[in-house]
């Protein structure tokens, strides 16, 4: 099993900043293989009526994606040593506001955090 907790959302005018972490824990990552460090992390926002979307991932090499619409704003990062993963987010836009999600795709199973609410208003 795998658990995702998210932490850091609120509420921030526009312009503004936040930073959302991720904290990744489970017996699976002690698998030679399945070290959390070799593992893609992503940030997922989600709104009420649309589909999920990947706002930006980043691979155990530390490759780094992001979704055009955040680019040049948002900065992933990770943290090996303590399992973490984190999204400054800067520049905030109201269509920023969302549910924010941490996710990873391992052994054959998608896992998801409950969510961080971010909320981009004046």
């Known amino acids: 099993q795998v658990q995702l907790v998210e932490s850091g959302g609120g509420l921030v005018q526009p312009g503004g900043s936040l930073r959302l972490s991720c904290v990744a824990s489970?017996?699976?990552?002690?698998?030679?293989?399945m070290g959390w460090y070799r593992q893609t992390m992503g940030w997922y926002r989600q709104t009420p009526g649309k589909?999920?979307?990947?706002?930006?991932?980043?691979?155990?090499?530390?490759?780094?994606n992001y979704a055009d619409s955040v680019k040049g704003r948002f900065t992933i990062s990770r943290d090996n040593a303590e399992n973490t993963v984190h999204l400054q987010m800067n520049s905030l836009k109201p269509e920023d506001t969302a549910v924010y999600y941490c996710?990873?795709?391992?052994?054959?199973?998608?896992?998801w955090g409950q969510g961080t609410q971010v909320t981009v208003s004046s």
């Open positions: 996710s990873i795709y391992i052994n054959n199973a998608r896992y």
């Open positions: 489970g017996s699976i990552f002690s698998i030679g293989t």
């Open positions: 589909q999920r979307e990947l706002v930006a991932d980043i691979t155990g090499s530390r490759s780094t």
